[in-house]
């Protein structure tokens, strides 16, 4: 439960807040990844990444997080390889020459 808030807390803060504020959350987030687990964290990037109401931006921050957090956390993501091409794949079609490029 704690974690669950911590995770919100920062994603708000990447999604929504300042540079500054995205850089220190981002930096956070990143080195807490191992702690935070794999399953905690996805399971609230992932819905937010489905969102249609999600702006380029927002989702370009919430791509470099994933990004980050893939790197970070290595083979502890193989058990939701399933859901994160589930919700990548579709950006690889994306009218949007930007969006496919981010997909990959």
């Given at each position: 439960r704690r974690v669950h808030g911590r995770i919100s807390r920062l994603l708000l803060k990447i999604k929504n807040g300042t540079p500054h504020q995205r850089k220190v959350a981002l930096r956070?987030?990143?080195d807490r990844a191992?702690?935070?687990?794999p399953g905690p964290l996805l399971n609230q990037i992932l819905p937010l990444l489905m969102s249609p109401t999600l702006e380029d931006q927002e989702r370009h921050v919430l791509v470099k997080v994933i990004d980050r957090?893939?790197?970070r956390l290595d083979d502890l993501?193989?058990?939701y390889t399933h859901e994160i091409l589930i919700v990548i794949a579709p950006m690889l079609i994306y009218e949007d020459y930007y969006a496919r490029i981010e997909g990959r």
């Open positions: 956070q987030i990143t191992v702690e935070f687990g957090i893939l790197y993501v193989r058990p």
